[in-house]
């Protein structure tokens, strides 16, 4: 792991090519979450917090192995916890670490009209660089997984960097440091993937979890988070994991193509108003004055 | 006895119609007091501003230059609702002003029939039954009142993200995107008819008055309707009037 790392590969809102964009080629980072194997101890929380240099946050126990309610703008990462009742009725306990995705095709990065506000590395990061950042919350609504969280004092957007100022430096994320029963785990894209993919041959062939296997959502074109479900087949019962997550095509099909075409075309009346100055001329007070005849020359003023 | 609604136009249309000033000369017709030219302008300033503002957002990698006029792409984001706002309330007065000459007549149907005569001046002066709005005018009235009516349920939506959800936000600027797209190609032809493609327009909405000759050549019902004369004979006799100082 390098600085190289950081080269940025997709800025939000940016004209002309990403510089500096493929020079070199980087690893894809992946983080995976083995839901089958946390705790819910909530160090990885505890990291985030230390690590990013956040506050402390009250909460009130409502009952359940969950800190918080949500994430918020100050707290970026979440055991959500769900006590779900199989159709056998047994029942069972679901903890899944909430951050952000790091979709390899971030839809708050196609909604983000700000230039530079948002950018993905090379290593797959999707980091929000606040100082561009205009507080429209557009990538709010571009994210199919809730992850950017809005601070109405500062009018700015936050979430989870995947510590991208650790990892610049050669270090994990604090939270995969942090996790003390190795659920937790932070490598390169296809490793990640390796040992998901056995895990989960693992859940189905031994212990019994016959639909166990790995959330890397297509919808988003992948994601640098995957999981391990004890359920692939169905990720909402981990808490707002949807199943076919994807960006709305306002923010690709729309902000991509339709926008600059929408733009000419309503600079054509422009042109419009132009050409038919140029060809039909203005349209005058009547009674016109007379037409005169200028020495050796045309007739002054309009015929028509 | 009035009702509250005509008070809210009434009351300041008096103030300003008191204060400002509006002389009418010798062949000269009132054609807008100065409560309709005030807030013609008040709107008129807030398109701009919102038109600006909105663009540098729109599409920063054209128009990444509009933001730095009102400090910075976050204070412009933040200035942009308001101007939105402005020209939503402003505009609707002018609406509630309006309201009855912009009342769609069954001339209109015809005038908006021929506007290919009426784009390539077929004629040297308009349709007798064309009145103090043409249709052309009513159109573009009617659509900018839709315009903000949609610019006000998605601007407040995408103002409020979070009381509204993913999904009107992401339908909501389309829609907000369209109508000022709408409205940029209005804002041309607006602009183009009212100064250098029919002369002796803008002093309607500077001064308030236009020419008499201005009112039977563009707008010959109203032109009966105020002085009633026949817009023809009018023009007639002027015609004969410039032909005997010749």
């Known amino acids: ?304 | 006895m009035t009702t509250p609604a005509q008070d809210l136009r009434r009351k300041p249309d008096r103030f300003i119609n008191r204060i400002g000033l509006t002389v009418v000369y010798r062949g000269e017709l009132l054609r807008h007091r100065a409560y309709t030219r005030f807030l013609h302008w008040v709107y008129g300033i807030f398109f701009f501003l919102a038109l600006l503002s909105g663009f540098g957002i729109y599409m920063p990698w054209i128009f990444r230059w509009f933001t730095p006029l009102f400090g910075g792409g976050a204070i412009t984001r933040m200035l942009h609702p308001w101007f939105g706002l402005g020209f939503v309330v402003s505009f609707a007065l002018q609406a509630h002003n309006w309201a009855s000459d912009m009342k769609w007549q069954p001339g209109d149907t015809r005038w908006m029939k021929r506007l290919k005569d009426y784009v390539t001046h077929r004629d040297s002066i308009e349709p007798a039954d064309v009145g103090f709005f043409n249709a052309g005018q009513k159109g573009q009235f009617w659509e900018i009142v839709a315009g903000c009516v949609a610019y006000l349920i998605t601007g407040v939506v995408m103002w409020f993200p979070e009381l509204f959800g993913r999904g009107p936000v992401a339908i909501g600027y389309v829609i907000h995107d369209i109508s000022a797209l709408i409205m940029l190609a209005g804002i041309f032809i607006h602009v183009y008819l009212s100064t250098i493609g029919e002369p002796g327009t803008f002093q309607a909405m500077t001064r308030g008055t236009v020419s008499e000759a201005w009112a039977w050549t563009h707008h010959p019902g109203w032109y009966r309707k105020v002085t009633g004369r026949d817009p023809v004979e009018a023009l007639a006799e002027a015609r004969a009037r410039m032909k005997t100082q010749e």
Not at chain 1, 62 to 69: F, R, S
Not at chain 1, 149 to 169: H, I, W
Not at chain 1, 271 to 298: M, S
């Open chain 1, 1 to 304: 792991m390098s600085a190289r790392q950081l080269q940025i590969q997709k800025i939000s809102g940016h004209p002309g090519p990403v510089p500096g964009k493929g020079m070199h080629r980087e690893e894809q980072l992946c983080k995976l979450v083995d839901t089958t194997t946390c705790i819910g101890c909530k160090a990885c929380e505890v990291a985030c917090v230390e690590w990013n240099d956040m506050p402390f946050h009250p909460t009130l126990f409502d009952n359940t192995y969950q800190t918080m309610p949500d994430t918020s703008w100050n707290y970026w990462n979440l055991i959500k916890f769900h006590e779900v009742t199989n159709p056998d009725g047994s029942f069972q306990w679901l903890m899944r670490k909430h951050q952000c995705m790091h979709c390899a095709q971030p839809g708050c990065l196609a909604a983000c009209p700000a230039d530079g506000a948002i950018v993905q590395y090379q290593s797959g990061i999707v980091d929000f660089q606040q100082e561009n950042c205009i507080g429209c919350q557009f990538c709010v609504a571009g994210c199919p997984f809730n992850v950017p969280k809005f601070n109405p004092e500062t009018k700015k957007v936050y979430k989870c960097t995947l510590c991208s100022d650790r990892v610049g430096q050669g270090l994990e994320p604090a939270c995969i440091k942090a996790c003390p029963t190795g659920c937790l785990h932070f490598g390169a894209k296809t490793d990640m993937l390796t040992l998901a993919q056995a895990r989960a041959q693992q859940l189905r062939q031994v212990s019994g979890y016959r639909n166990a296997g790995v959330y890397d959502p297509k919808g988003v074109g992948g994601a640098s988070v995957v999981y391990v479900l004890h359920d692939v087949t169905q990720p909402e019962k981990y808490g707002g994991l949807p199943s076919s997550p994807g960006i709305p095509i306002s923010f690709t099909v729309w902000k991509d193509w339709f926008k600059p075409v929408g733009l000419i075309a309503a600079v054509t009346a422009f042109a419009g108003v132009i050409l038919h100055y140029v060809t039909e001329g203005p349209r005058r007070v009547q009674p016109q004055p007379p037409i005169k005849e200028v020495d050796g020359g045309a007739p002054e003023g309009r015929t028509k």
